[in-house]
């Protein structure tokens, strides 16, 4: 939540309750779009068959457009595999319907299995209200490009009926429940599904994504499977994730994505911002983890079976907000097209996209669309990090900085009002001190350097420098709605400088939408601004030694005055 309303919940009970039992839930939401339900087969290549009967010159078109775009032709069905049961810690059993829908594709064997697990929303009746059904379109577009792709009613997880839900206990049950009856089936034991998946999926590759409470209960049936001596879930992905409920164990340590929807009216505090925060200061981490702020989306328009605009949350929108609205379709294709490059990627697969590529800057568009991006590798090296005063003066690689004509100041930011230092700057996160470094100048000649001590020097296995950073709204040294900009100068021991200019097009560096608030506790910005990436390739710094490197200055020359957030600066390979 944004920081005033952060307090309001600490001091009310009330709402406290309600953001257990709805948080990562549609509480506006009186109408749900029409769901299909029941048991139907959906053949994708006999429907497209029986349309073009007629005309064979629409369907070569059609075949040869396939064949361009590498789809496969899938089955698509909805399936019932009976009633289950949930035997909960409290002693009482739960039953449920085992529903759900997947997707496969007609030819080839042993394709990788993605299980997409759907959110806590408007419940009726938790076997009949059907939003896994709202990720049918995910379904197909994995089954085109490769994948096995199955979603599951999870609604049982969601409601108080037979007691509350203790943690992600009945999720876990569900979701094992599904992945027993499906390996029963693609080892040809049975055909409950109500189509033939003998050898169609490969039961060592098994991804998860997740949307707003599915996605939070992720790491936990990851934990769960482990537990049960299944060590096979390659990558997850959590789509505007809802951590509402403290998980052990969590982080698992495989391939991460995370989507932030920029107006996020269900999950206003973008929780997934902290999850990959969390993965920052993992030090010991092998695993790529991915951060998406998509500029314009709201919570619910991935969910197809969702039809409130959850966006209208916040109450003083302007025409300037509507304007930069997604549509639903444009959401669905987004999360599309992410979810295949980032399971490729996963995969090991070569992924035409800079968004996981260290080699290539920080992009602001991806897929067409505005974003703020970060990307996290295992090989980083950290030159400084804002966790203390005291290294404003001397740096992580323990070398000495050199300040000049700039004032550099530790500041904290937190949820917690009286110890938030910056008013005006909403980092979404539940850090209770979270710190910072400020850059204030009011000239165009203030630098920053951070001396790189002898033993050090040799960079030259690294491929980029990249740096966590924002734009600091709350100070009057920024004029308003104008990005800032900064240039960074690398230099070897042989003299030898090079500088590369971080220009006010850099995502990281942009005004961030939204204005200034204040209630009787606090002043706050009315939107999330987050931290994100600035990286620039080492290649960029032609003709230096990079095996004998001296120095990183950050000169801030190219505006006249401004005010500038840093987390940290690090070499990443």
């Known amino acids: 939540m944004n920081k005033g309303i952060r307090l309001l919940s600490v001091l009310t009970a009330v709402l406290l309750l309600q953001s257990f039992l709805l948080s990562g839930c549609s509480t506006k939401d009186n109408e749900k779009i029409e769901n299909n339900q029941g048991s139907n087969t959906v053949n994708e290549d006999k429907n497209s068959n029986d349309k073009n009967n007629n005309d064979s010159d629409n369907a070569m078109d059609n075949k040869e457009e396939q064949k361009e775009n590498n789809d496969s032709e899938i089955d698509l069905v909805e399936y019932n595999l009976g009633s289950g049961e949930i035997k909960q810690s409290s002693g009482v059993t739960m039953p449920y319907d085992m529903v759900g829908a997947i997707a496969i594709p007609k030819e080839g064997e042993k394709h990788p299995i993605v299980f997409v697990l759907h959110g806590s929303h408007v419940i009726e009746d938790y076997n009949k209200d059907r939003y896994d059904l709202g990720f049918e379109y995910l379904l197909k577009s994995l089954a085109e490009k490769g994948f096995l792709a199955v979603t599951l009613n999870v609604n049982a997880q969601h409601i108080l009926e037979y007691g509350e839900p203790i943690k992600h206990e009945r999720l876990v049950n569900i979701f094992d429940d599904h992945l027993t009856k499906l390996e029963s089936a693609i080892k040809g034991e049975s055909d409950n599904f109500g189509i033939d998946l003998k050898d169609k999926g490969d039961l060592t590759q098994i991804a998860l994504i997740g949307h ?17 001596g299944n060590d096979n879930i390659f990558a997850m992905l959590k789509v505007a994730p809802a951590n509402v409920i403290v998980i052990e164990n969590d982080n698992p340590d495989i391939p991460t994505g995370i989507i932030l929807p920029q107006y996020d009216g269900d999950v206003v505090n973008l929780d997934g911002q902290t999850t990959f925060d969390i993965l920052k200061e993992d030090k010991s981490r092998k695993s790529f983890a991915s951060l998406i702020f998509l500029k314009g989306a709201g919570h619910n328009f991935f969910n197809d079976n969702v039809a409130e605009d959850d966006r209208e949350f916040y109450s003083d929108l302007t025409e300037d907000d509507r304007d930069v609205f997604l549509t639903r379709e444009q959401q669905r294709q987004f999360l599309i097209d992410y979810s295949i490059d980032f399971l490729n990627k996963a995969l090991g697969k070569k992924v035409e996209t800079g968004l996981f590529n260290v080699d290539e800057p920080t992009v602001d568009k991806a897929y067409g669309l505005d974003v703020k991006t970060s990307y996290l590798t295992s090989d980083r090296l950290e030159i400084i990090k804002a966790t203390s005063e005291d290294k404003i003066k001397k740096n992580d690689l323990q070398g000495n900085n050199v300040i000049q004509d700039i004032n550099v100041k530790y500041l904290i930011e937190s949820y917690i009002p009286n110890k938030d230092e910056l008013l005006n700057f909403d980092h979404p996160s539940n850090f209770d001190g979270y710190g910072l470094f400020r850059f204030n100048y009011t000239n165009n000649k203030g630098t920053f350097t951070i001396e790189i001590p002898v033993n050090k ?40 400088e090079v500088k590369v200019i971080l220009d006010d097009n850099t995502a990281a560096l942009t005004w961030p939408e939204g204005h200034s608030r204040t209630n009787e506790y606090t002043t706050y910005w009315s939107l999330k601004t987050p931290l994100s990436e600035a990286r620039i390739p080492l290649k960029e710094f032609k003709d230096l030694d990079f095996s004998d490197i001296a120095s990183i200055t950050l000169q801030f020359d190219q505006k006249e005055s401004g005010s500038i957030l840093l987390r940290d600066i690090s070499l990443t390979k």
């Open 457 to 496: 020097k040799d960079m030259s296995d690294y491929k980029a420098l990249s740096l966590y950073l924002a734009l600091n709204p709350g100070s009057e040294l920024n004029k308003s709605k104008e990005n800032q900009a900064l240039a960074i100068i690398l230099k070897d021991n042989k003299g030898k």
């Open 212 to 228: 707003s409470r599915g996605g939070g209960a992720l790491d936990s049936v990851i934990n769960d499977q482990k537990d049960r």
